[in-house]
Nanobody, 125 residues
C-alpha cells in the first residue's frame, strides 16, 4: 500500500504562485509514474500533469502547459507541482495519484491506483 498526502494548497491572487507537494509513505515512489489531477467546484475530476518514474518524461493538460511544472525527488519520496501565473479557473481540489504501471505516463484517472485526500487551491480575481 502507498499512502499519499498532499500539502501546499491555499488562497492566492490571480497571477500568483503555489507549490504543491505530495509525500508518500508505505512504499517508495521511485517505481511509480505519478500524476496530479484536480476537481473544480461542481465539476468532474480532470487531469493536470503526469511524470514518469525517473522524472525523464512529463505530460501536461493544455490548460496548464507553460504555467505548471511537475517534478519529483525520489530520494525524498515526494512529487511536486509548481503552479505559476494562476488563474481563477485553476481553483479546485488538487489530488496526487500513483500509477503502479510505470511503463507509461497517463492522463486517465482510472489508470491510477493510489490517491491522496486532496488539497484546496483557491485563486481570487
Amino acid at each position: 500500500q502507498v499512502q499519499l498526502v498532499e500539502s501546499g494548497g491555499g488562497l492566492v491572487q490571480a497571477g500568483g504562485s503555489l507549490r504543491l507537494s505530495c509525500a508518500a509513505s508505505g512504499r517508495t515512489l521511485s517505481r511509480y509514474a505519478m500524476g496530479w489531477f484536480r476537481q473544480p467546484p461542481g465539476k468532474e475530476r480532470e487531469f493536470v500533469a503526469a511524470i514518469s518514474w525517473s522524472g525523464g518524461s512529463t505530460y501536461y493538460a493544455d490548460s496548464v502547459k507553460g504555467r505548471f511544472t511537475i517534478s519529483r525527488d525520489n530520494a525524498k519520496n515526494t512529487v511536486y507541482l509548481q503552479m505559476n501565473s494562476l488563474k481563477p479557473e485553476d481553483t479546485a481540489v488538487y489530488f496526487c495519484a500513483a500509477d503502479i504501471d510505470s511503463r507509461f505516463i497517463r492522463s486517465t484517472a482510472g489508470a491510477y491506483d493510489y490517491w491522496g485526500q486532496g488539497t484546496q487551491v483557491t485563486v481570487s480575481s
